[in-house]
């Protein structure tokens, strides 16, 4: 019954390491998105799935970045090699899906990610 | 593409007072959705109010309402009777039916007391 979690909610990272960073949406959402969400701007999509497919990944900035969502649940978002200008929260949000319509998203509190 | 601009950058009311944040948006679609999020310091992004584009009818919910003409693409938050709580970014956001969320550059709302 909880809201969407996310994991870690703070991560620092020296320029060129891998990171993953967790998202646990509501139970029940079959559509899941990742949103990035620079200093000072509003939050700018990176990618959607709906179950466990990959709808949508038009949003990723580069090669670099990958998400997976392997059983329709959990999802993770994988950034290599990252540089400075990765720094951003990272915004995970799930919602329902009906066909034909629009169900609200419900965001997670983040991740902070700070690459030196 | 569609476009989300948000005119003001910050905002200041005092408490109880009344305040409307501006938003507008660009796009050639006939069936969408808009929505108004709060994003207090602690980050977490929180559902305001949403109207459907096929509802004529303004949505409100409690002390928030919104302002919605079509024809111009516009989309306003008001919020009465401003509460201390209510101090956060506020995002305008567009979605078309079954794609991600649009969302503008966001208001910095202060409430003083």
């Known amino acids: 019954g909880a809201g969407v979690s996310q994991s870690p909610r703070y991560k620092v990272a020296k320029r060129g390491q891998d990171v993953a960073l967790r998202c646990d949406p509501i139970?029940?959402?079959?559509?899941l998105f990742w949103y990035q969400q620079a200093l000072g701007q509003g939050p700018e999509f990176l990618t959607y799935?709906?179950?466990?497919?990959?709808?949508?990944k038009s949003g990723l900035p580069s090669d670099r970045f990958f998400a997976e969502r392997p059983e329709g649940s959990v999802s993770t978002l994988k950034i290599q090699r990252t540089q400075q200008e990765d720094s951003a929260v990272y915004l995970c949000?799930?919602?329902?899906?009906?066909?034909?319509?629009?169900?609200?998203?419900?965001f997670g509190p983040g991740t902070r990610l700070t690459v030196l | 593409a569609q476009t989300v601009t948000q005119s003001q950058p910050e905002m200041s009311v005092q408490e109880a007072e009344t305040v409307t944040l501006s938003c507008t948006y660009d796009?050639?679609?006939?069936?969408?959705?808009l929505f108004w999020y709060k994003q207090p310091p602690s980050r977490q992004m929180i559902l305001v109010i949403r109207?459907?584009?096929?509802?004529?009818q303004n949505a409100t919910e409690n002390r928030f309402s919104v302002n919605f003409q079509k024809a111009a693409k516009s989309f306003s938050l008001k919020i009465s009777d401003s509460q201390l709580g209510d101090t956060a970014m506020y995002f305008c956001?567009?979605?078309?039916?079954?794609?991600?969320?649009?969302f503008g550059k966001g208001t910095s709302l202060l409430v003083t007391p």
């Open positions: 799935f709906q179950n466990e497919a990959q709808l949508d």
């Open positions: 139970s029940g959402h079959v559509s």
């Open positions: 109207q459907e584009a096929y509802k004529q």
């Open positions: 956001a567009f979605m078309e039916v079954g794609y991600a969320l649009n």
């Open positions: 949000a799930s919602s329902f899906f009906r066909t034909g319509s629009t169900d609200t998203q419900y």
């Open positions: 796009t050639s679609e006939n069936n969408y959705y």
